[in-house]
T-cell receptor
Framework: GESVGLHLPTLSVQEGDNSIINCAYSNSASDYFIWYKQESGKGPQFIIDIRSNMDKRQGQRVTVLLNKTVKHLSLQIAATQPGDSAVYFCAESRTGNQFYFGTGTSLTVIP | DAGVIQSPRHEVTEMGQEVTLRCKPISGHDYLFWYRQTMMRGLELLIYFNNNVPIDDSGMPEDRFSAKMPNASFSTLKIQPSEPRDSAVYFC???????????????FGAGSRLTVL
């Protein structure tokens, strides 16, 4: 049969608007989460992390929200810029050593 | 620091040939990870090392794949013999346990794009 690639969710936003990227994680025992950004032709790059004893953490222009009840993670990017265009991955870990990555969301910023 | 250095950046080879991918982790990092990225499966953890010792290789697809870390500054991922379905981008990442978080923040290399014809 025909092979099918991953369906990568996509998000398009106007420059200057806020972006929200969502991620559902699978393991309720996961206690540490990281958001990574991957630009074309590069490796994933760390953006922000959060532990399971927190529900919100803020960085520079980015905020991560964690809802353990529904196993949901979101990344908010304020005042999105063209340089934010990339694929964003959430990663979960239970041991703190092994990380398992989601399928990613492709963000396109329209100038 | 130059970051995690991988080589080659691109490799095109024919089915049946041996492929060796190389990684130099960040100095001082005691964990090293090999990931594979494909459109079909996304980012998959293949194997990781702690202090040069393989800890978990359950993600290695099959016996054709092997990884070594002879010292703290070098690791290889070898595929022998290679097959077209091995075509992917292979990432190496290194880390050390953060004092604050107690967890590892991975720093990735730029990847090695492998095409097996």
């Amino acid at each position: 049969g025909e092979s099918v690639g991953l369906h990568l969710p996509t998000l398009s936003v106007q420059e200057g608007d806020n972006s929200i990227i969502n991620c559902a994680y699978s393991n309720s025992a996961s206690d540490y989460f990281i958001w990574y950004k991957q630009e074309s032709g590069k490796g994933p790059q760390f953006i922000i992390d959060i532990r399971s004893n927190m529900d919100k953490r803020q960085g520079q222009r980015v905020t991560v929200l964690l809802n353990k009840t529904v196993k949901h993670l979101s990344l908010q990017i304020a005042a999105t810029q063209p340089g934010d265009s990339a694929v964003y991955f959430c990663a979960e870990s239970r041991t703190g050593n092994q990380f398992y990555f989601g399928t990613g969301t492709s963000l396109t910023v329209i100038p | 620091d130059a970051g995690v250095i991988q080589s080659p950046r691109h490799e095109v080879t024919e089915m049946g040939q041996e492929v060796t991918l190389r990684c130099k982790p960040i100095s001082g990092h005691d964990y090293l990870f090999w990931y594979r990225q494909t459109m079909m499966r996304g980012l998959e953890l293949l194997i990781y090392f702690n202090n040069n010792v393989p800890i978990d290789d359950s993600g290695m697809p099959e016996d054709r794949f092997s990884a070594k870390m002879p010292n703290a500054s070098f690791s290889t991922l070898k595929i022998q013999p290679s097959e077209p379905r091995d075509s992917a981008v292979y990432f190496c990442a290194s880390s050390r346990v953060g004092r604050r978080s107690g967890a590892n923040v991975l720093t990735f290399g730029a990847g090695s794009r492998l095409t097996v014809l």
